[in-house]
């Protein structure tokens, strides 16, 4: 089961896919993104920047770096200096290793709950390819001083609306739009992600970029609702290196690193 960190860690790579379609400016972008689960008083707080077709996401003490035009994931532990790359294919290669996994612990249990639970896996994997279908509510905000729309979805597994803004941006989006929506289909065909929620928020990048997102999904028997804010918005020109993992940090296996993240995570609050 996801801890209230790890999804959030999730939510932001993936609530910050989404983004937009402009006219022609410098297609580098930095933003602050605040992200609190609801019926908690803390709110993380993430950096995100985007440049050279990849994705950088700094938390306190780890990064994420998403490279676009691969779905590659690196991951930097900052406190004890080691980082794991995994491919996109290596991801689902994990993730179909996992569930068999976890078919293997069905045949235990009572032919009841065993179809239940293989229904719920078979309604995962089906959802993992659905496309998401926003729709503008034809309500508008005000938000950082711009204009945005307010677009809703309800998926089996998510819903959630978010007010994305399509005018005035200090930057083109226009870049990261384009890649954002390649690897969101590539994700598709592959299946890639382990909920709905991930591919909705994706998905959103045809419609704009997102200042507020706020969504509840549905993990197992667990909801977790998330909000999440994005501010600071500004032009950035950082060098292709900003977007790769430290010279001098050690390379660890990618299974080690997400073990230790789950087994560090607080508890909820």
């Known amino acids: 089961m996801l801890t209230p960190r ?6 932001t790579l993936l609530a910050i896919a989404p983004t937009a379609a402009f006219a022609a400016r410098p297609s580098g972008w930095s933003a602050v993104q605040d992200s609190r689960t609801v019926g908690s008083q803390i709110v993380q707080t993430a950096k995100v920047t985007y440049g050279h077709h990849r994705l950088r996401v700094d938390h306190p003490g780890q990064r994420l770096i998403l ?8 991951i930097v532990n900052l406190r004890d200096r080691t980082f794991s790359e995994i491919s996109m294919e290596g991801l689902v290669e994990l993730r179909e290793s996992q569930e068999k996994e976890v078919r ?12 239940q639970m293989e229904a719920q896996l078979e309604d995962a994997a089906r959802a993992a390819r659905r496309s998401l279908d926003a729709k503008d509510t034809g309500e508008t905000r005000k938000q950082g001083g711009l204009t945005c729309s307010v677009f809703a979805w309800t998926t089996d597994q998510a819903s959630g609306t978010a007010c994305i803004a399509q005018k005035g941006l200090p930057f083109d989006p226009s870049v990261f739009r384009k890649d954002s929506l390649q690897l969101a289909r590539k994700m598709e065909r592959m299946g890639a992600g382990n909920a709905a929620t991930s591919m909705a928020v994706l998905q959103l990048g045809e419609h704009g970029f997102p200042l507020v997102i706020d969504q ?9 609702s998330v909000a999440s804010t994005f501010t600071k918005l500004e032009r950035s ?13 050690t390379r ?10 789950v087994s560090a995570a607080p508890a909820p609050q």
Not at 67 to 74: E, F, I, K, Q
Not at 252 to 261: C, D, G, Q
């Open 216 to 224: 509840t999904m549905t993990i197992g028997a667990q909801q977790l």
């Open 252 to 261: 660890r296996s990618f299974e080690t690193m997400m073990r230790e993240a």
């Open 67 to 74: 490279d676009l035009s691969s779905g590659a994931l690196t």
């Open 237 to 249: 020109a950082a060098p292709k290196a900003y977007f790769e993992a430290p010279s001098g940090f």
């Open 104 to 115: 293997k612990g069905l045949t235990k249990m009572p032919p009841e709950i065993r179809a």
């Open 6 to 11: 790890c999804a959030l860690m999730a939510a």
